[in-house]
């Protein structure tokens, strides 16, 4: 079974600093990984996904995200926080089996403050 | 490209009534969608899985009875969730994938529709 933990439920950072959103995986097969946004009362957007091809994937906004086989990891980064990035952020894995459907497994979420 | 609409945004009703939720691909065509169900901040939960044309298959513990999924075409996918009560009252969010564009992989999310249930 595929799971998903994303450390640090709240994370806050002053503007112009380093953002840093922890994720690890556990999955039996090659996955697939992903990291979404989410503002107030909103659906959910893409920022970037990793699908076993470069392991440095570069998303919208300025994130990128690493993936490390080794430590089970896809953590989300950003050089310089912007206001507009506070939001909700899930980190999700999904198999590479294909056939009918993949489905995505979610992590709890981090929401990330960004204060002058 | 790849935009998922939803209506309504917003729905209140009452206890005992039935609300449909509709989700659209605006710019492509779905073979897949999703249903997603997120408690206040918490976690998206996958309730259902629709493929055009054929019946849903739901998570374990959703009630398929209650929550009736249609994908009737490959455009449109709508949730209905029967005889609301209060304990209904969520985020629904639905979710399109097609094997039909270059990011087969990727589910394209909509806005989501906030369920109140008095």
């Known amino acids: 079974a595929q799971s998903v933990t994303q450390l640090g439920s709240h994370v806050s950072v002053s503007e112009g600093a380093l953002v840093l959103l922890r994720c690890n995986y556990s999955s039996s097969v090659p996955p697939y990984l992903f990291w979404y946004v989410q503002y107030p009362n909103q659906g959910l957007q893409l920022l970037l996904k990793y699908t076993s091809a470069a392991t440095l994937v570069k998303g919208i906004n300025g994130f990128e995200a690493e993936f490390k086989k080794s430590e089970t990891s896809f953590h989300l980064t950003k050089p310089s926080a912007h206001m507009s990035d506070a939001a909700e952020y899930f980190c999700a894995v999904s198999d590479q089996r294909g056939g009918g459907y993949n489905k995505l497994i979610f992590g709890a979420g981090t929401r990330l403050a960004v204060h002058p | 490209g790849a935009v998922v609409s939803q209506h309504p945004s917003r729905v209140i009703c009452k206890s005992g009534t039935s609300v449909k939720i509709e989700c659209r691909s605006l710019?492509?065509?779905?073979?897949?969608m999703f249903w997603y169900r997120q408690f206040p901040k918490q976690s998206l939960m996958l309730m259902a899985t629709?493929?055009?044309?054929?019946?849903?298959?739901?998570e374990q513990g959703v009630e398929k009875d209650k929550f009736l999924i249609n994908h009737a075409s490959l455009t449109l996918s709508t949730l209905t969730v029967t005889s609301a009560h209060p304990e209904d009252s969520s985020f629904y969010i639905c979710s399109a994938r097609t094997v039909w564009r270059g990011n087969s992989d990727t589910q394209y999310f909509g806005p989501g529709t906030r369920l109140t249930v008095l």
């Open positions: 629709s493929n055009e044309g054929s019946k849903a298959t739901y």
């Open positions: 710019d492509f065509q779905a073979t897949t």
